[in-house]
């Protein structure tokens, strides 16, 4: 069965394109769950002889923030980032910590600003293992129904309450649900946030099964993918479960496992973005930017 997940909005926008001139490519995320498990894209397979990579455990920070939203990173490089949304959560966020620990791979957590007040031991301790930090709202709304002071109120509670627990203040956000506007995406500019998606994900929320959330996650991996998992929101038992299935096999395809941050620092410096640029077709990818963005998954 393949399912459209991605559902992206019209596509008018007014900023000048000179600055969007690094917009990369929005893809319509689909979903093939009969695919075998060993399907890989044909980027994977050029890197399948390799040895197990070594992570870059060392988070690269960029200067600005994206003046686009990120969907993808560099997809000259086999990397991936492993984001975790919803928590912290004391019983699964753990579970994840321990995993990607036994795999010495570092990820991201967009957190919850009100969790992060519940449960600062768990994000210190996500800090602490090497992990990034992101902000995703104070309260989980919906932020693109917000008014400009009602986003920026839940955008500066989070990182706030982030940089008083880690002493380290956010440079990413996430918008819950995946919605948001060009109001939601000004305010997170304002306060030198990147604004990350993502092109890689299992609706694990909906917990289906172990192998299932392994199946969709690897089938959609690719160079540059950002990958979508939650450590809170509810029952996530199946997601810790699954997560040393996808590792092992993404490991074995010659991925390597980079934070957030690594990924932006990849795009930034990477000079490819013409290539990424001619992909398109388009001489301008300010057309892409879509007005408003909604992924109704969580
Ligand atoms: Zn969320």
Redesign the pocket.
């Known amino acids: 069965m393949c399912s459209l997940l991605g559902i992206i909005g019209a596509v008018t926008f007014n900023a000048d394109a000179s600055t969007l001139n690094l917009l990369p490519v929005i893809h319509l995320i689909t979903s093939n769950d009969n695919n075998d498990l060993q399907t890989t894209s044909a980027n994977a397979q050029i890197f399948r002889r390799r040895a197990y990579p070594v992570p870059r455990q060392t988070p690269q920070i960029i200067a600005k923030p994206f003046d686009y939203p990120v969907f993808y990173g560099n997809t000259h490089l086999p990397e991936i980032a492993l984001t975790f ?2 928590g912290p959560n004391p019983v699964y966020t753990p579970q994840v910590l321990a995993v990607l620990q036994a795999y010495t791979i570092k990820a991201t957590f ?1 957190d ?1 600003g009100y969790l992060v007040k519940e449960y600062p031991n768990i994000v210190r301790q996500e800090f602490l293992q090497g992990h990034s930090i992101g902000n ?2 104070w309260s ?1 709304p919906e932020l693109s129904r917000l008014s400009a002071t009602g986003i920026l109120s839940q955008l500066v509670s989070t990182s706030d309450a982030i940089q008083s627990v880690t002493g380290s203040r956010p440079t990413i956000f ?1 918008p ?2 995946g919605s948001f506007n060009r109001i939601v995406f000004a305010q997170a500019l304002q306060q030198k946030l990147s604004t990350i998606l993502w092109n890689d994900e299992a609706r694990d929320w909906t917990t289906p099964g172990v192998n299932v959330i392994a199946r969709r996650i690897l089938n959609l991996a690719r160079n540059g993918g950002i990958i979508l998992l ?1 450590d ?2 509810g029952f996530r038992a199946q997601t810790a479960a699954a997560l040393p299935i996808i590792i092992t096999a993404l490991q074995q395809r010659g991925f390597t496992f980079v934070t957030i941050p690594q990924l932006l620092y990849d795009i930034a410096t990477s000079g490819h973005t013409s290539s990424v640029l001619s992909a398109t077709g388009t001489s301008s990818l300010a057309v892409l930017m879509p007005t408003l963005v909604v992924w109704k998954q ?1």
């Open positions: 949304d919803d967009f919850v995703h709202s989980h996430r819950p649900y939650h809170g929101g969580e």
